[in-house]
């Protein structure tokens, strides 16, 4: 692996306007990281990696590389661009296990932290920089949200999230409460009663999107967020039926597939998979297949009735007379999701839009002073460093609201 990465890091070119940081959205010096690693500084390397990017181990894994900086590096071009992603991976993993810094000095204020996804613990792990007394409110029993619940272990061994609990959370002071929904029993209000100075709201989206069509009640129909959350629950079948393309249908595919179903195939209203083109790869050479123009009409107990579509005008049209029943023992509808409104509906002054997506300006502001979100919740299902990138601009502007706050104090004694 060693030997690999190094030999990687030696093709960078050190361009002088690297493409691969601008393809980056968290703009991570890739040249400057891959010099430090030839120049024998790992330790230099994973600091500026880590500071840069809290979830850095996670992102060198579940990125989209190939979209992203290994997309825009010049060399790529005319060959092989280089596999940031690897060397991303070693250094970080790497410097990870040598971290064993201590809390801050405390500046006495709270800040309240609702939900453990990637926005969640980015903002946990700024403000606990700055010394913040963090409490990271977390409804299921372990932390990392959407990168626990939501991506399988064979992309991102749980391993990796358990390591930086304890060395991004527990290790700097952070405390976090499992099991535990803001909205009921415990409110935002009663949040700010007990001190906290400023919330954050990360709470992704988990709430399936629908088809509306007849049949979704059905008990061998399955939501595939629902699916992935604890997919040895579920008892599919050898014959299933993906409905839905995107990137969370590919987890879910793969995941039922090594769990023992022996026919799985992904059904698309277009002519296109809307999943990135490494995942669909991986998702076909593991036995999935797809189908392409059809539009689930009604779910039966006996399969889908499926019409064929074609692209009329850049609109998708049914075609008459099409329809034909799919069968298989096990439905999972995977149309991407929407926010949950617990926190919503029992808080005064938060606005979200048709959606039902928290309104926030650019910096992470709520409609409601010291209210404070990102990441999906926001912006609706995004990719992970998107949501890094975003929240490091909100925990700033978390950081000068609760200053702004302490100053006020000071002036009004």
């Given amino acids: 692996m060693s030997i690999h990465v190094v030999e990687e890091a030696r093709r960078c070119l050190q361009c002088k306007n690297p493409q691969c940081k601008k393809g980056c959205p968290i703009g991570t010096e890739i040249p400057k990281v891959i010099a430090l690693m030839l120049d024998n500084k790992l ?41 940031f992603s690897s060397i991303e991976n ?73 390591d930086f609990e304890y060395r991004h959370l527990h290790m700097k002071g952070i405390k976090i409460r499992p099991n535990t929904t803001i909205g009921a029993p415990i409110s935002v209000d009663d949040l700010f009663r007990d001190g906290y100075q400023s919330v954050f709201i990360g709470t992704g989206v988990w709430q399936p999107n629908t088809l509306r069509i007849k049949g979704e009640s059905l008990g061998h129909v399955h939501f595939g967020i629902n699916y992935l959350t604890n997919p040895d ?21 793969r995941t039922a597939m090594r769990k023992g179903v022996r026919e799985l195939t992904c059904y698309s ?47 998708t049209v049914a075609t008459e007379g099409s329809e034909e029943l799919i069968e298989a023992d096990s439905v999972i509808i995977c149309i991407s999701q929407g926010p949950k409104n ?19 300006d650019d910096y992470g502001h709520t409609t409601r002073e010291g209210i404070f979100a990102s990441g999906d919740v926001v912006k609706g299902a995004r990719t992970v460093v998107e949501a890094v990138a975003h929240s490091k601009q909100v925990a700033q502007a978390m950081h000068e609201y609760m200053q702004s706050l302490v100053q006020e104090d000071s002036a009004s004694n």
């Fill in 43 to 83: 330790d230099e390397a994973g600091w500026m990696l880590f500071e840069n990017n809290p979830l850095t181990t996670v992102c060198s894994i579940v990125c989209d590389h190939a979209a992203q900086c290994e997309g825009h590096c010049v060399l790529g071009r005319k060959g092989v661009p280089i596999n």
């Fill in 269 to 315: 209203r277009t002519d296109e998979i809307a999943a990135s083109p490494h995942e669909a790869e991986y998702a076909a050479l593991e036995g999935v297949r797809f189908e392409y123009n059809q539009m689930p009409l009604e779910i039966t107990d006996d399969g889908v009735i499926f019409k064929s579509t074609e692209q009329v005008d850049g609109k």
């Fill in 233 to 253: 629950s579920y008892q599919l079948g050898k014959r299933v039926i993906v409905i839905g393309t995107g990137n969370a249908a590919m987890d879910v595919a």
């Fill in 90 to 162: 070693y250094i970080s993993s790497t410097y990870s296990s040598k971290m064993v810094q201590g809390p801050a000095q405390s500046n006495g204020i709270k800040a309240a932290i609702i939900g453990s996804g990637p926005a969640g613990l980015t903002i946990s792990v700024i403000l606990a920089r700055y010394g913040y007394d963090v409490t990271v409110f977390e409804n299921k029993d372990k932390i990392g949200g959407i990168l626990r619940y939501g991506i399988p272990e064979f992309r991102l061994p749980k391993s990796i999230l358990d």
């Fill in 342 to 360: 617990r926190i919503v509906s029992t808080t005064t002054g938060i606005s979200t839009n048709d959606r039902g997506l928290v309104v926030v």
